[in-house]
């Protein structure tokens, strides 16, 4: 048996059929025919897109599912339907809507990418949105890179789970809020003059990002966030409205400042001692 791990039973069974009825003489085209095909089905480099969509109501789904939404750009304008594995931007073109949803046919999509840019510019801000969270079924974006939000800002409803392996940051005068679940296991860098609002309120358990930099991190809609980590974050932490509950002595690094409003709620584990910079 010569087949490979990635040539399939069928790509084999053709091969074989086609050496019973030509012979040998035939067997290197078909060989070549099925390399190709094989080859196709490992995937491909994924491609730097860039967001064009312009339409009244836009929707971010994979080719395989509707091939003919291309609302993304490759880098010599070609309009392209996104797939996974592409990197992707979402810039500050004025013709560009800012409001993506994540959904096919009303239904929740997983969207896998190489990584991902927000520069929505000044007084700009896209917000993605996946199906209705009450019906418990949430879209999702995975990525092994990072999410950067260079300029502007991007929102995650709370229908949109995000996972980011790689490095991500909030640069000066951006903001990200974050309403649904989320994950940054290279940690998430706030950058000075930078904001982060939380917005997602955790039930049980602890979110094990790492948060960094000088920024601010604020703590909206009446979420309850729960914090463990080893955190380097020196900023500003604000609870505007909502629960911060603190489940670690490193939570709340000593260079950082807390403010809690009439709305907001500090929590400190019992027998957890912490030194902040101003409370």
């Known amino acids: 048996d010569f087949r490979s791990d990635f040539i399939s039973r069928d790509l084999f069974r053709m091969g074989s059929m086609e050496m019973r009825r030509n012979g040998f003489g035939k067997l290197w085209i078909v060989m070549i025919l099925m390399l190709g095909l094989a080859l196709g089905e490992l995937g491909r480099a994924g491609e730097s897109l860039t967001w064009n969509g312009t339409g009244g109501t836009e929707y971010w789904n994979e080719k395989t599912n509707d091939a003919t939404n291309t609302n993304f750009k490759k880098g010599d304008g070609t309009s392209v339907a996104f797939e996974d594995g592409d990197s992707v931007t979402f810039g500050s073109g004025t013709d560009l809507n800012t409001n993506v949803n994540l959904l096919y046919s009303n239904n929740k999509i997983d969207l896998t990418v190489s990584g991902m840019t927000v520069a929505a510019g000044s007084g700009k801000t896209y917000t993605f ?137 500090l929590n400190v584990a019992s027998g957890m001692d912490t030194t902040v910079k101003s409370l």
């Open 129 to 265: 949105s996946g199906k209705s969270s009450a019906d418990g079924e949430v879209s999702s974006i995975t990525s092994a890179g990072g999410l950067a939000i260079t300029s502007g800002a991007a929102q995650f409803n709370n229908s949109t789970k995000i996972d980011f392996a790689g490095a991500s940051s909030i640069a000066k005068n951006s903001t990200l809020t974050l309403k649904g679940e989320f994950s940054f296991t290279s940690g998430l860098t706030i950058n000075s003059g930078g904001t982060l609002k939380i917005g997602h309120t955790m039930t049980t358990g602890a979110n094990a990002t790492t948060f960094s930099g000088s920024g601010t991190l604020e703590i909206i809609d009446s979420a309850a966030y729960r914090m463990s980590s080893a955190n380097t974050f020196s900023g500003d932490i604000k609870i505007t409205d909502g629960r911060l509950i603190m489940l670690g002595g490193a939570s709340i690094a000593n260079a950082a400042s807390v403010t809690v409003s009439a709305d907001g709620v």
